[in-house]
T-cell receptor
């Protein structure tokens, strides 16, 4: 089945540690995205990538980093510089060649800082 | 960043009845795309319906339909014949053509049996 996988589903981190969230897609999509979701908030864009080896900051990129070495993979690193990292993180992808392209979402990762 | 506003954080509807969720957005663009996504308790985001701004006809997907008022920058979602499985958080989203989505804060829909 084609889709997006995120791992792990739950992640616990001690303060001061970096942690990497995995996102993989087999939909052959060029574009991939990372969002953060907090209670009472909508989804906020952290980083996005339109093509391999290229990515852009979203609205809340501070304290996060990404890489896009392969088309299928777009890992997100939450660094110790992120002051309030506890949140639900969603990865998405889309086909840029399609007009009115929708974003397909993964199941999410819940990150908790202890 | 674009602003998408969803009022009424929580709405209740009786099973088989109709509920309408409101969404307004701020843009200076003439061509753009609008979406409604559903997030059930599983937290999996699912596309419900989409609308292209240059199309005057309102989009419809089975029991889901929209009322797109371009001049008013309004994009409401109507759920007809509500079912228990419709209980979820619904997010309105805007795409100005750069493949970036701006989301509203969501409407929680509670379906009463």
């Amino acid at each position: 089945d084609g889709g997006i996988t995120q791992s792990p589903k739950y992640l616990f981190r001690k303060e001061g540690q970096n942690v990497t969230l995995s996102c993989e897609q087999n939909l052959n999509h060029d574009a991939m995205y990372w969002y953060r979701q907090d209670p009472g908030q909508g989804l906020r864009l952290i980083y996005y990538s339109q093509i391999v080896n290229d990515f852009q900051k979203g609205d809340i990129a501070e304290g996060y980093s990404v890489s896009r070495e392969k088309k299928e993979s777009f890992p997100l690193t939450v660094t110790s510089a992120q002051k309030n990292p506890t949140a639900f993180y969603l990865c998405a992808s889309s086909d840029r060649r399609v007009v009115l392209n929708e974003q397909f979402f993964g199941p999410g990762t819940r990150l908790t800082v202890l | 960043a674009q602003t998408v506003t969803q009022s009424q954080p929580e709405m209740s509807v009786q099973e088989a009845e109709t509920v309408t969720l409101s969404c307004t957005y701020d843009t200076s663009e003439s061509d753009y795309y609008l979406f409604w996504y559903k997030q059930p308790p599983s937290r999996q985001m699912i596309l419900v319906i989409r609308q292209e701004a240059y199309k005057q006809q309102n989009a419809t997907e089975n029991r889901f339909s929209v009322n797109f008022q371009k001049a008013a920058k309004s994009f409401s979602l109507k759920i007809s014949d509500s079912q228990l499985g419709d209980a979820a958080m619904y997010f309105c989203a805007y795409d100005g053509g750069n493949n970036r989505l701006a989301f509203g804060k969501g409407n929680q829909v509670v379906v009463i049996p």
